[in-house]
């Protein structure tokens, strides 16, 4: 085939880029880009389908079988099982403008230039040889392409071909493309929309083309899958898609966890899923649509490989390359020529991706930090630094593929495609324990991501690294067989005397096991700054405080708004910051004056707009220069937490003590209410004794006159009057008898003469006594009395006060005639129960515990004066008391009062032997 | 025509005494039992003289004396408060009510007597037109 055609096709196809890179940008300038949608932001993805596995699968597959599979198995266990982790991810540099992996690990550390230094050269070293492993397979498949003629493969593939390099050319290419649509924006947490178009069109075009050759070979060479596996099956290729039950499945392992950490910390996919994510929404379409991308694009790399086994039987052929040379054996040039545009759209791809989020890390993390640094960059003049950040971005790109020609040029001829992205996965992997620790664990600190990256990343070199120059003749190839220096256990393949796994294996336990112990142990020994901490607890806790302006809380000093702007201004363009600032002032109803001094919010917002062109790290120690003052400390940060809670707790005992005074102060109210209401009891008692003494004996003193004064009266009158006296006198007698009890009962000096009582005799006799009551009232009395009482040790007479008084009482309180009095007796375990019920008016409610108050009376039947002098039932309390009782009156529910008390008894053993 | 003295009180054996030392010095004695049979009696009656007891069921005496002194129809009306309770406090406030007398239980025969003699006297040949 002629050069110039495919040259020309080549040129087209990258013209064809660029037209549509530029159409989408010029559309999303003027609104919103109709490549703004899931699909487009899924196919960009695929851009982790390069050209390892455009031609790299079909050459693995052709010497191991399945042995390509779990490359794209870990990517579909991350997708479909782990997608949280992206969402996080994703929230994490929507809020803190993330640029690129190196800023979020250097941002979730505290910030700290140094680390992203480091994931930046790491990243630099890890990723040129899958760079130059993109030119290579460019270059090879331009070369196998214009070096065939006529279905025969030329072998002079290592001609120098035309006047110049044309990988040189190429990568010049991919180079101004990623320049051209990469930094076209000073904010690198900006999305380029052309660029990401151009991306996905490229994931189409390399999948279409994989599936027409796939399909050519599968159905024009063969009669389909089952015809092409059994012609493979003759050729004794079985084994190659038969499982096999002695499999490597240490190395499977090891490819699908390198796989799944590589899905996440590979620099382009860091950065087209997670910085260039347009919406947190798409990525729930992305979780089944990239996993069916990668199945759909590796159905065909089977029977490819087997095919090109076939074809190529007894011939030295470039496995690799079986995408190419299987048409072209066949003469079908232009179904090559759409294989070579598909293998170059899978290489260009990667390539300009990776560019970009490198060169955004070189400038970010390491150009920039190290120029804040230089004494001889006056970094306090106030130029426009905006300029200066794109020509670094600009010419770190350049510097990028150069790297990425020169190792080409001189150590990838030794390697297959597959074994230098594999070397590559594994750098990327040494940043996994630093992010997926970091965004779950807010102890992870600063020292421990350091060291663990520094760790894993010497293994790395040491055991793949090294051994890969060896093998390029820059080291002795002792190195790997003895070890240096002759030393057996530090030989890169079996350090520390481990051998038995594969190389890849032996290097990911190695680096793996250093890099999450150092994290994890040196996390543990170290003391994290405030800003670490912060840090730490807003990325570990994304999902809790979104909007919240926690964050900028470390800045202690205060810088004027106008100084504030000006630093923005230089490094995003003075328009730029100018609107932004008006904007956020809008936002928020604020009107922002220059010489203002400018808020904890305000500073936040300056920091982020900074962090977005500059990188976190870097951001923080420009907005340092302006602030006056400086970040709080650690213990500063106790101190806040320490004091909120101290308030918090002292607020708390506050309200327990306010509570306490509370319940103090009604107590104290009770307790006077109680005494006031004692005091006027008192008065009460002496006026009630005045009243309940001078009634009697008016009429004593009346009729005693009146029958001196009126000798004359008749004789029936005389008896009458005389009656009276006698009546009034024994009342008055009663009186004091009852007033003279209650004195001594209170002051504890009454006379009783304790004895066992038989209590059915006592009640027996009391109701006899009260027999000429009863009749005079005319009601019904009911004695309910077992036959067998246990003894009580009482007084007799004062026990059967109480039934007088209780039952005197009762007929008080019934209707004449209509009245119905029950006296009951119950044995319970330790005392008797002896109940006087009446059905009466009953007892208000409130008047439950008052009735047995000294000088309570009662109205009487029919609202009448009261009767009696109101001490009956303070004497039957203190009675009852006196004998170990109690008393209560309660309403019965169908109307009336009952009065009941109890009396211990010794228990019913005795009842016999005062029976006997 | 004789004067009437309502006694308001509810211990029967004092009505019983003050019946009959009222009735010998010439009076015509209603007697009601607590204050709103008083009140009604003396709706029914205007008395020329009320011997008003104060704990009385119902309404007490103090508020029955008020009741008295507010109705027109009473203006004329003498009241003797009757009380069991010596205290001082009591005397004022009868007083203060409107009370003409205040007099303390157990009080004297001769006394009350000559005191309701002074207030009305049964007999007013001072101030009665003789017809004949």
């Given at each position: 085939m002629s050069g110039g055609l495919v040259l020309t096709v080549s040129i087209l196809y990258l013209g064809l880029l660029f037209a549509i890179a530029q159409f989408v940008d010029h559309r999303a300038d003027k609104g919103?880009?109709?490549?703004?949608?899931p699909y487009v932001y899924t196919l960009s993805i695929a851009v982790f389908c390069t050209s390892w596995t455009f031609y790299g699968s079909v050459g693995l597959a052709a010497t191991r079988g399945f042995d390509f599979l779990p490359i794209y198995l870990g990517p579909t266990l991350v997708f479909v099982l782990w997608s949280v982790i992206w969402i996080k991810i994703i929230r994490i540099c929507k809020l803190h403008r993330i640029t690129s992996i190196a800023d979020f690990i250097a941002s979730r550390y505290g910030k700290r230039a140094r680390l992203g230094g480091l994931v930046t050269i790491i990243t630099v070293v890890g990723t040129t040889p899958y760079i130059s492993l993109q030119l290579k397979s460019i270059a090879t498949s331009f070369r196998i392409l214009i070096s065939s003629a006529d279905g025969q493969l030329l072998h002079a593939a290592s001609d120098p071909i035309y006047f110049i390099d044309t990988t040189l050319i190429v990568a010049l290419t991919l180079a101004l493309f990623a320049i051209l649509f990469g930094t076209r924006h000073i904010d690198a947490s900006e999305h380029h929309e052309g660029l990401v178009a151009a991306i996905a069109f490229e994931s189409v075009v390399k999948m279409v083309a994989f599936l027409t050759v796939g399909f050519f070979v599968t159905y024009g060479l063969y009669g389909g899958f089952t015809d092409l596996f059994a012609k493979a099956a003759e050729n004794g290729l079985d084994t190659l898609f038969a499982v096999n039950a002695d499999g490597d499945y240490s190395r499977w392992m090891t490819m699908t966890i390198l796989s799944m950490a590589a899905i996440i910390c590979l620099p382009r996919q860091f950065y087209i899923t997670a910085v260039e994510n347009p919406e947190e929404s798409y990525l729930r379409k992305a979780t089944w649509l990239f996993p069916l991308y990668l199945l759909v694009i590796n159905i065909f790399v089977l029977p490819i490989a087997l095919a090109g086994r076939i074809a190529f039987d007894g011939v030295t052929a470039d496995a690799d390359m079986f995408m190419l040379t299987l048409p072209l054996i066949n003469d079908q040039e232009m179904l090559a020529l759409i294989a070579f545009v598909g293998g170059l759209s899978a290489a260009t791809s990667m390539v300009i991706v990776a560019a970009i989020a490198l060169s955004t890390m070189i400038c970010n993390d390491l150009i920039m930090p190290l120029l804040l640094r230089a004494r001889w960059f006056n970094i306090n003049k106030n130029d426009d630094l905006t300029g200066l950040l794109l020509t670094i971005r600009r010419i770190s790109i350049l510097v990028i593929l150069f790297l990425g020609y020169v190792y080409y040029l001189f150590a990838s001829e030794s390697y297959s495609l597959v074994t230098i992205g594999l070397v590559s996965f594994a750098a990327a992997a040494q940043f996994a324990p630093a992010i997926i620790i970091g965004i779950f664990w807010k102890g992870a600190s600063y020292h421990g991501a350091m060291t663990g990256l520094a760790l894993g990343f010497l293994i790395w070199i040491y055991t793949l690294l090294l051994p890969s120059f060896a093998q390029s003749g820059w080291l002795p190839l002792s190195f790997i067989a003895e070890g240096p220096f002759g030393i057996d256990f530090l030989k890169p393949y079996a350090l520390f005397g481990l051998e038995g796994f594969d190389r890849l294996t032996h290097a990911l336990f190695w680096s793996m096991l250093f890099n999450i112990g150092a994290l994890w142990l040196v996390s543990l020994l170290s003391q994290q700054t405030a800003i670490e901490r912060i840090q730490g607890t807003l990325f570990v806790d994304v999902f809790g405080h979104t909007d919240d302006e926690r964050d900028s809380r470390y800045w202690r000093g205060s810088a004027t708004v106008s100084d504030l702007q000006q630093l923005v201004g230089r490094f995003v363009g003075g328009q730029r910051a100018a609107k932004a600032f008006a904007e956020f002032a809008e936002e928020r109803n604020l009107n922002l004056k220059r010489n203002q001094s400018a808020d904890a919010a305000l500073l936040d917002f300056a920091e982020k707009l900074l962090a977005g062109a500059i990188g976190s790290a870097t951001a923080r120690v420009m907005v340092g220069t302006v602030v006056k003052g400086e970040i709080v400390g650690l213990d500063e940060v106790y101190r806040i937490l320490d004091e909120t809670s101290q308030v918090i707790e002292y607020s708390h005992r506050l309200e327990q003590k306010s509570a306490e005074l509370e319940q103090a102060t009604a107590q104290l109210r009770n307790a006077n209410e109680r005494l006031k209401e004692l005091d006027s009891l008192k008065d009460h008692f002496l006026s009630m004794v005045s009243h309940e003494l001078r009634t009697p004996l008016t009429s004593l003193r009346a009729f005693g006159e009146i029958l001196v004064d009126n000798p004359e009266v008749s004789r029936e009158e005389r008896e009458r009057f005389l009656n009276v006296i006698v009546k009034e006198s024994s009342r008055l007698t009663r009186l004091i008898d009852q007033l003279l009890d209650l004195a001594r009962m209170e002051a504890g000096e009454m006379d009783w003469s304790l004895d066992e009582v038989d209590v059915r005799s006592t009640l027996q006799e009391a109701m006899a006594a009260l027999d000429g009551l009863v009749q005079e009232n005319g009601v019904a009395v009911q004695v309910d009395i077992p036959d067998h009482l246990p003894c009580v040790r009482a007084d007799r007479d004062q026990l059967m006060q109480v039934i007088i008084n209780l039952v005197s009482n009762a007929i008080k309180f019934c209707d004449k005639s209509e009245g119905r009095i029950e006296v009951s007796v119950n044995v319970a375990d330790s005392e008797l129960q002896i109940s006087v019920a009446d059905n009466g008016r009953g007892i208000p409610d409130d008047m439950e515990e008052r009735v047995f108050e000294k000088f309570h009376q009662s109205t009487g039947r029919g609202g009448d004066k009261p009767q009696g002098s109101g001490l009956g039932l303070a004497i039957c309390r203190e009675i009852v008391t006196f004998f170990g009782g109690r008393i209560w009156v309660s309403n019965k529910t169908e109307g009336g009062a009952l009065f009941t008390f109890t009396l211990p008894h010794a228990g019913l053993a005795e009842i016999s032997l005062s029976a006997e | 025509m004789t004067p009437t003295v309502l006694v308001v009180e509810d211990e029967p054996n004092i009505v019983l005494s003050l019946q009959f030392i009222l009735k010998q010095a010439g009076f015509t004695v209603r007697v009601a039992r607590d204050g709103e049979q008083a009140l009604r009696a003396i709706d029914d009656y205007v008395p020329d003289l009320v011997l008003l007891d104060i704990m009385l069921p119902r309404q007490n005496g103090f508020s029955v004396c008020e009741q008295i002194r507010v109705n027109p129809a009473c203006r004329n009306v003498k009241i003797i408060m009757l009380s069991a309770k010596s205290r001082e406090a009591d005397k004022e406030r009868a007083l203060a009510l409107g009370a003409d007398e205040f007099v303390t239980k157990p009080f004297s025969t001769r006394e009350l007597g000559r005191m309701v003699r002074e207030i009305i006297?049964?007999?007013?040949p001072a101030r009665s037109v003789n017809p004949n």
């Open positions: 919103r880009p109709f490549t703004r949608n | 006297s049964p007999v007013k």
